[in-house]
């Protein structure tokens, strides 16, 4: 049986971090991680699902490992989460 969380964003290697939340608005968050093997280490990027639209961020992170990036992605608190998300066109 599939994973209901991985038919919001099927098709890439994302593992689910949570939702974002504010009033009526809320989007589904996915962290990306991908071996980059040009500098030895891990890169991250964000997506953001919510109903039919889906917004991602760049590679925003590059880290030795997948758990070292999401640590870092960790880091962020949600109203930085919603800048990111509200600067990225549909």
């Not at 994973?3 to 919001?8: F, K, M, T």
């Not at 030895?40 to 030795?64: D, K, N, P, Y």
């Amino acid at each position: 049986m599939t994973d209901p969380q991985l038919r919001l964003f099927p098709g890439v290697g994302s593992k689910r971090m949570g939702e974002l939340r504010r009033g009526a608005t809320s989007w589904d968050v996915f962290l990306e991680c991908e071996g980059d093997r040009a500098n030895g280490a891990t890169r991250g990027r964000i997506h953001f699902v919510s109903g039919g639209r889906t917004r991602t961020s760049a590679w925003i992170f590059l880290e030795w490992t997948t758990r070292d990036v999401e640590e870092r992605f960790h880091d962020f608190a949600a109203g930085e989460l919603w800048g990111l998300v509200e600067g990225i066109d549909d």
